[in-house]
């Protein structure tokens, strides 16, 4: 492909709305351009990167014996109704009415869809199982998209979903997206963690997320770091400690005066006292009824554990004008002792606190001296909190690690949690209907292309993984006027012969645009001919490493092409001076 060709609008400088790195060099170097918050349009380079993860997916999908089919966008409201999601899912869930005023959603997820089809289509054991799966543009009005294609609204999103006769059939079925899932993201030359997580929206009994490992990653994972666990910080279970004894002559809980501190930070500041001797309240909507969750003024709670631990659906932080209104407590004052009968959970933690400070329940005051042991003995105590580093891991005696990711894959063991409400059997062999056993499997392919950015840049662009990049080979023609731009033209007629993505800057720019772009835009390998190009040397750089080599261009085609189709499979280019 010639770049004078391309439709390649490159930008000097990132969009002001743009924080993170993978949505600046997407924007900057030409992928995507921003129509609305969270929608975006793809320009040449970006589908053909999108094209990329989609045959990567497909190949594995396929090979672990998953069929392609296509599901509309577009879901009349009922079968939401009947699977009970229709009031259940929220703002998130794109609401449309026809022109007769039947409703319809724009589909955040397809269980539905798919569990109709094959409920109507599927009638007996002997057509099991069956993994169908899709590709296709999902919508979710997500509170903040944010990042670019990180978190849009509109977002491709690659969805499969097993259907067995029995559990252990079921349990198989997972297996098998699990390794095609890190088949997929090591192919795709990512590094990655597959982590236990929560089920969210959808529901079922197991699931695992894939995440992308990622400083800038909006998802906190721990591992141990002696026993193979590793899951999302949501998930993560923590044990309850035991009470430890009241310090030998601690005084009784006494109020001391706080004007104004109503934050950790300024309590600490007054009394001299650290965020970990400290009692922080969280004040809740739960179910529309206040609410108050403890934990350790260090720690954050943990919002999946709360629900589960108040037995709640919905659950939002209360706005403080409401919470007086409804308790007639102080927010920033309020502490667990003499609370009324509000509704309130304590982290198990707490119980490991020798002493602590807590809102005392009255306006610009707090209580010191308190001995969980002796004062909080009433409470109820459940994990609620984030786990953090340093934590003891549930499995063994090893310590948590704590990671930073963006979580490009997710897969579900929903057993019959969508076939039982939507009352879709088939035969079995001992003559009796029973619910499928279901898995559901998905993967944000538009997530990736940011995922695998965040991953693999640095401040000069995108240094793609040979498996992503849309082309995988550039040659910079430094001289479009001189004898060298032959040259040029052969090295790439040759590599594209040899089946490698080439693309050939023949513009007519000066070096530094050349240099600047084919780094911006991440094309793993760079041949640069210039000058020297008339006694058969030319300059091969490789975008990962930075590092540059005189070649002879003699027989460097076939050395190249070989470097390139090794990488294919997701390790590093292994291409340097003879
Ligand atoms: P998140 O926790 O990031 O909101 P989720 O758990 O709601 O995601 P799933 O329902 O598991 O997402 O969807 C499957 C995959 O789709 C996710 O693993 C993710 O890669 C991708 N995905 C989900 N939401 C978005 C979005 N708003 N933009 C882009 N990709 C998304
Ligand atoms: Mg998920």
């Known amino acids: 492909m010639r770049a004078s060709r391309l439709h390649l609008p490159t930008l000097r400088e990132a969009p002001k709305d743009a924080e993170v790195v993978s949505h600046q ?5 030409g992928y995507i351009r921003r129509v609305a918050a969270g929608i975006y349009s793809f320009l040449p380079l ?4 999108v094209e990329k993860v989609k045959t990567i997916i497909r190949q594995e999908m396929n090979r672990a014996g998953a069929q392609e089919i296509f599901m509309p966008a577009i879901v009349p409201a009922e079968l939401w109704q009947e699977s009970g999601r229709w009031a259940k899912y929220g703002p998130e869930l794109l609401r449309l009415k026809d022109r007769k005023g039947a409703e319809f959603c724009v589909g955040p997820t397809h269980e539905e869809v798919v569990v109709d089809l094959v409920r109507k289509d599927v009638q007996s054991y002997k057509q099991l199982p069956v993994n169908l799966y899709q590709i296709q543009t999902k919508f979710r009005d997500e ?13 491709i999103m690659k969805d499969a979903y097993s259907f067995d006769a029995t559990v252990a059939g ?9 390794d095609a899932y890190h088949r997929i993201f090591t192919r795709m030359g990512l590094d990655f963690r597959a982590v236990e997580a929560d089920t969210g929206n959808i529901g079922g009994s197991m699931s695992h997320e894939f995440q992308v490992l990622a400083e800038s990653g909006e998802d906190a994972i721990v591992s141990c770091d002696s026993c193979s666990f590793a899951a999302n910080v949501e998930k993560a279970p923590l044990a309850l400690p035991e009470f430890v004894a009241t310090p030998v002559g601690l005084g009784e809980a006494r ?12 309590v600490t500041q007054m009394l001299g006292c650290s965020a970990d001797q400290m009692i922080k309240a969280i004040l809740y909507e739960a179910d529309g009824e206040p609410a108050v969750v403890f934990v350790r003024g260090d720690r954050e709670a943990n919002e999946v554990k709360v629900k589960q631990a ?5 659950l939002y932080l209360a706005d403080a004008a409401w919470f007086v209104q409804k308790t007639g407590l102080p927010p920033g004052y309020l502490g667990p002792i003499g609370m009324g009968g509000l509704k309130a959970v304590a982290d198990g933690e707490l119980r490991a606190m020798p002493t602590a400070v807590c809102g005392a329940n ?14 909080l003995q009433g409470l109820t105590y459940a994990d609620v909190r984030m786990a953090v580093a340093g934590d003891v891991c549930p499995r063994c005696s090893g310590l948590l690690r704590s990671f930073k990711g963006i979580e490009v894959g997710h897969v579900f063991f929903l057993g019959q949690k969508y076939s039982k409400a939507m009352t879709a059997t088939f035969l079995d062999e001992d003559g009796t209907q029973k619910p499928f056993e279901m898995g559901c499997y998905g993967i944000g392919v538009t997530r990736i292309l940011s995922a695998a950015i965040e991953q693999h840049h640095d401040a000069r662009g995108i240094s793609w993984p040979v498996a992503l990049a849309p082309y995988e080979v550039a040659v910079l023609a430094l001289n479009p006027d001189g004898p060298s731009f032959e040259h040029a033209q052969k090295l790439h007629d040759e590599l594209v012969d040899l089946d490698i993505e080439t693309v050939f800057d023949d513009r007519d720019e000066r070096p530094g645009i050349k240099f600047n772009d084919a780094d911006l835009l991440g094309y793993p390998v760079q041949i640069v001919v210039g000058r020297k190009a008339d006694q058969g040397i030319v300059e091969v750089k490789i975008r990962s490493t930075g590092v540059r080599f005189e070649a ?7 050395k190249v092409a070989q470097a390139v189709r090794a990488a294919r499979g997701g390790t590093a280019l292994q291409l340097a001076a003879e």
Do not use: W
């Open 25 to 29: 060099h997407l924007v900057r170097a």
């Open 46 to 49: 970006g589908v053909k990167v």
């Open 143 to 155: 509170i903040r998209p944010r990042a670019g294609l990180m978190r849009g609204r509109e977002f």
């Open 170 to 178: 079921a349990h198989a079925s997972y297996k098998a997206m699990f």
């Open 255 to 266: 109020v001391v005066e706080t004007p104004g501190a109503k934050t950790i930070e300024s």
């Open 310 to 314: 108040l037995g709640v659906n919905a």
């Open 362 to 375: 009255q306006k610009q005051a707090h209580l010191v001296d308190v001995s969980p042991a002796r004062d």
């Open 552 to 558: 002879s261009v003699e027989g460097l085609s076939a």
